[in-house]
């Protein structure tokens, strides 16, 4: 059976932190893996990630991904108020066409 | 998200009634998603459609079925609800078929009483 798992499932840091979010996987024919954040509503995309050890950035945001250890992370450096929020991780297969398979999301909350 | 709206937003509904969600997209893509999200479980995928007539099940369809007669909707039915089914149901679409290039809905919280 597949499985995504994130950890940890919740995090409070103070404004300013650097924080780490961990995804592992346990897929067969894994594709890509893809981080989401999720505010109020709905998810918004934050990252794919196909290749082992290329580094992905946006801002404070930064994402990697090893294939041999199944896993990727997520940092966020310099938090601010404004990054608390579900972090969802998801993985594809090459065989399930475009679905999704989500972890069960790290609640993070980030304090003035 | 301008390009996808949910209807309704909330519901309430009784044990034993059938429910319908609606699923509107205005970006003409191919591919649309129900997701339920329940605490503990993350976003699991109901049932899923790759075309107009074209749907199959997720992980999670039983008691739910699906309907998409025109591009643009995609309608979730809850034959007769229950408690369990009591959660957050997110539509998603997306035109690749990598993965990507995902956009969801606003969701619509249900609740069976």
């Known amino acids: 059976e597949d499985k995504v798992v994130q950890s940890p499932l919740s995090l409070v840091v103070h404004e300013g932190d650097t924080v780490t979010l961990n995804c592992s996987y346990e897929v067969t024919n894994f594709r890509s893996l893809l981080w989401y954040k999720q505010e109020k509503k709905a998810p918004t995309f934050l990252f794919m990630l196909?290749?082992?050890?290329i580094e992905k950035k946006s801002g404070r945001l930064s994402s990697i991904l090893d294939k041999k250890e199944l896993f990727s992370i997520l940092n966020i450096t310099a938090t601010q108020t404004g990054d608390s929020a579900i972090y969802l991780c998801a993985v594809v297969k090459e065989t399930s066409g475009s679905r999704l398979t989500f972890g069960e999301g790290t609640q993070l909350t980030v304090n003035p | 998200d301008a390009g996808i709206t949910q209807s309704p937003r909330h519901k309430v509904t009784e044990t034993g009634t059938p429910v319908t969600l609606r699923c509107h997209q205005t970006?003409?893509?191919?591919?649309m998603y129900w997701y339920r999200q329940d605490p503990g479980h993350g976003l699991r995928l109901i049932h899923y459609?790759?075309?107009?007539?074209?749907?199959d099940k997720g992980e999670v369809s039983d008691g739910y079925s699906v309907s998409r007669s025109k591009t643009e909707d995609f309608l979730l039915t809850l034959e007769s609800a229950t408690s369990s089914q009591t959660s957050v149901y997110f539509c998603?679409?997306?035109?690749?078929?990598?993965?990507?290039?995902?956009?969801f809905g606003s969701g619509t919280r249900l609740t069976v009483v």
């Open positions: 970006e003409n893509h191919r591919y």
């Open positions: 459609s790759y075309g107009v007539k074209d749907t």
């Open positions: 196909t290749s082992s050890g």
């Open positions: 998603a679409i997306s035109e690749m078929r990598t993965g990507d290039g995902y956009t």
